[in-house]
């Protein structure tokens, strides 16, 4: 039987599409899906028919997750990937900023106490971190007997910074505050290299310290004459106080700085022994039943319940930025990015994004308050904030470049830990 008059011509064209095809897969065609030369036949038709994708599809999977649609959306998903533990510290330094400036508009406007704001935030951390860890099966939520010791100490040191830093919001605007607090990470790295095998502090680091104190000094200004040097609008702000309330604010921030030291130092001898938010758990439960006990004990310090609105739309935020806080500073902090996108130093950027509250508490120190600081406050600031920095650049530096024999050390040291804890 004789073809078609037609068939030479589809033919040929069928022999074209084939060769764009094949030309498409080669790399010259970018849109080109098929892995094998088309052919309009039922045997080709079936290879190319949808199907479900079942779970052993992994090669699958991650070959289509893999691929990028565009070249700009490529670069974002492996930046977001390579820095995704740092954002995570820098938003939780806002929601930190957030939390310490509504602390100061109740002490300063509502009058509340700092033991019945401590009350009210750490009450609702502790529910919600409760139910945390009901929902989400948290391993051992009341720790393991090895740790127990330790978690109680994180717990009440912690109290005693988080209630420095609430006493001294009430006469320190809320920059130089939070600048006071960035001495914990220094008196940290010196404590963890007496406490901690391996742990260093080098000369260098020592003499950081000592100039961070002089920026302190320089925060108190006690041999000023005025009351009141930050420059404000008139209104009543945290910089309306007179001489002596400021240099007792600075002392009692700087006891707390010891007990927040205290706190850090422990979660870094606790490290993987406990999960993260049962050291949360233990810290809001410990300072809630201390600040119970003490507006039950201080005459002048009476339990109240919030008269208004604003109040308790203010103290409702403060519960919620702070467990917003501690959960993504933990998640930030412990996050590890791929292999292949890892770099050195991931731990140490993601550890000075903890210095940027200082940016969100000058943020709000002028719109909230309206105050800027002194030249004397800018001067002490930048020496506590550099030499934070420094400190924990030279620490994490330190750990890149230990020893095979030191990393051998230290898993023999994790090892016989977990050994430990598997028998009891």
């Not at 954002?87 to 100061?104: D, E, P, W």
């Not at 927040?260 to 993260?276: L, N, Q």
């Not at 030499?387 to 051998?408: H, K, N």
Request: charged fraction near 15%; hydrophobic fraction near 40%.
């Amino acid at each position: 039987m004789r073809d078609p008059p037609h068939s030479d011509h589809h033919q040929s064209t069928q022999e074209e599409a084939d060769k764009d095809v094949t030309a498409s897969v080669q790399g010259e065609h970018p849109d080109a899906p098929l892995p094998t030369p088309y052919r309009d036949d039922p045997d080709s038709l079936a290879e190319y028919e949808p199907r479900p994708i079942s779970d052993d599809d992994d090669e699958y999977d991650s070959a289509e997750s893999a691929r990028p649609r565009t070249k700009w959306a490529a670069s974002a998903r492996i930046f977001w990937l390579r820095n995704k533990g740092m954002f995570l510290v820098l938003l939780a330094q806002m929601f930190g900023a957030s939390m310490n400036v509504m602390t100061q508009i109740l002490e300063i406007h509502s009058s509340m106490h700092p033991f019945q704001v401590l009350f009210a935030r750490m009450s609702i951390t502790a529910v919600a971190s409760y139910i945390y860890m009901y929902l989400f099966k948290t391993p051992h939520p009341l720790g393991t007997r090895p740790v127990l010791g330790l978690l109680l100490l994180r717990a009440t040191s912690g109290f005693m910074g988080v209630y420095g830093l609430y006493y001294s919001v009430q006469y320190l605007p809320l920059s130089e505050a939070t600048v006071i607090t960035f001495l914990a990470p220094i008196i940290t790295c010196y404590a963890c290299s007496l406490l901690i095998p391996g742990e260093t502090f080098s000369r260098r680091q020592q003499v950081a310290a000592v100039i961070s104190l002089g920026g302190v000094f320089l925060i108190a200004r006690p041999f000023s004459s005025s009351s009141n040097e930050v420059k404000g609008e008139g209104k009543e702000s945290p910089s309306d106080t007179d001489a002596y309330h400021h240099i007792l604010a600075t002392i009692v921030a700087s006891l707390g700085v010891l007990g927040a030291a205290g706190a850090y130092t422990s979660i870094r001898m606790i490290g993987k022994r406990a999960h993260p938010l049962v050291s949360v758990t233990y810290f809001s439960s410990v300072t809630t039943v201390i600040s119970a006990a003490a507006m039950a004990l201080i005459p002048g310090v009476p339990f109240r319940v919030p008269s208004t609105g604003l109040e308790w739309l203010l103290l409702t935020g403060l519960g919620v930025c702070g467990f917003l806080l501690q959960f993504l500073l933990t998640a930030g902090l412990a996050y590890v990015p791929p292999k292949h996108l890892a770099r050195t130093g991931q731990g140490s950027r993601a550890t000075s994004m903890a210095y940027t509250q200082v940016v969100f508490a000058l943020f709000y120190d002028k719109v909230v308050w309206g105050t800027t600081l002194s030249v004397y406050g800018w001067v002490g600031s930048g020496l506590i904030l550099v030499c934070a920095v420094y400190v924990v650049l030279a620490q994490e530096g330190g750990r890149s470049v230990s020893s095979p024999a030191e990393s051998a050390r230290e898993r023999h040291r994790n090892a016989k830990r977990d050994d430990e804890e598997a028998r009891v």
